[in-house]
Nanobody, 130 residues
Framework: QVDLVEDGGASVAAGESLTLSCVAS??????????MGWFRQAPGKEREGVAT????????FYADSVKGRFTISKDVVRMFIYLQMFTLKPEDTAIYYC?????????????????????WGRGTAVMVSA
């Protein structure tokens, strides 16, 4: 059973930076055809894709709302991913979830940031005050 654990959520002021991390444990086998990503859900809103990364090539994909401000990266050896968030805005306030997908549909889900990944973490809260 694969378990995803996020860390790094905090309360910060607008304009500040924050880095989230996620580790996937219990996964066995090649991850070259898997996608990991970050999604978020604000109060009263649907879950949305923030950034994803293809494990094989490291290709990143970003939501328009975070392009130029957020950077997703992965650890080459271990199944870690990170989300560096710069110039945070109050509208970035949400629960941030890490997700993993290794299904045959994982590439499409990866570049479309579809919140339909197979495995999810429990989330970490980010609050940005004005």
């Amino acid at each position: 059973q694969v378990d995803l654990v996020e860390d790094g959520g905090a309360s910060v002021a607008a304009g500040e930076s924050l880095t989230l991390s996620c580790v996937a444990s219990g996964y066995h086998g090649s991850d070259s055809n898997c996608c990991m990503g970050w999604f978020r859900q604000a109060p009263g809103k649907e879950r949305e894709g923030v950034a994803t990364i293809w494990r094989g090539s490291g290709s990143p994909f970003y939501a328009d709302s975070v392009k130029g401000r957020f950077t997703i990266s992965k650890d080459v050896v271990r199944m870690f991913i990170y989300l560096q968030m710069f110039t945070l805005k109050p509208e970035d306030t949400a629960i941030y979830y890490c997700a993993l997908d290794c299904s045959p549909d994982s590439w499409r889900r990866c570049h479309s940031l579809a919140p339909s990944f197979g495995t999810w973490g429990r989330g970490t809260a980010v609050m940005v005050s004005a």
